[in-house]
């Protein structure tokens, strides 16, 4: 993997590519409000997607009647700099008809033990507590 960031001459501002050629742009928060995604927020991102796509593509395989999917990241910083991640948690919310719980926690386990690099790399760092939420379709 490849990534990289370019200054953009504006404060603390850069737009990030990587091998896909896809451009992010990152920013510190500012008076004026948002310009761009912080490199920390970024990182939860990045793992919720990964392991979402593999929830996600479990349950599938399951036949699981899934109609939404969500996943959040929450994370709280350490107050000392680096500020790094002391606390973090994976909430997974799946909305669709009769879903099994165990199939929900299977695929959870999975993509943490076995398929996600971005959790299992994190995971290193800190400990990450997973839970989930079904919620059943109208």
């Not at 991102?45 to 593999?54: F, H, I, L």
């Not at 994370?75 to 002391?86: C, F, I, K, L, Y």
Request: aromatic share 8%; proline share 4%; charged share 20%.
């Amino acid at each position: 993997m490849e990534a990289k960031v370019s200054w953009n001459h504006k404060g603390l501002e850069f737009d990030g590519t990587a091998g896909t050629g896809i451009q992010v742009h990152l920013a510190p928060n500012s008076d004026e409000g948002q310009a761009g995604f912080r490199p920390m927020e970024l990182l939860g991102v990045g793992m919720a997607g990964c392991t979402a796509m593999d929830v996600i593509s479990i349950l599938m395989k399951k036949k699981q009647d899934v109609v939404d999917f969500e996943v959040f990241v929450h994370a709280r910083n350490a107050e000392s700099h680096p500020q790094v991640w002391e606390w973090v948690q994976i909430e997974y919310v799946v909305t669709g008809r009769n879903i099994d719980p165990q199939a929900v926690e299977r695929a959870m386990q999975l993509s943490s033990q076995k398929y996600c690099p971005a959790q299992n790399m994190i995971n290193k760092a800190v400990n990450i507590e997973l839970v989930y939420r079904i919620v059943e379709a109208v």
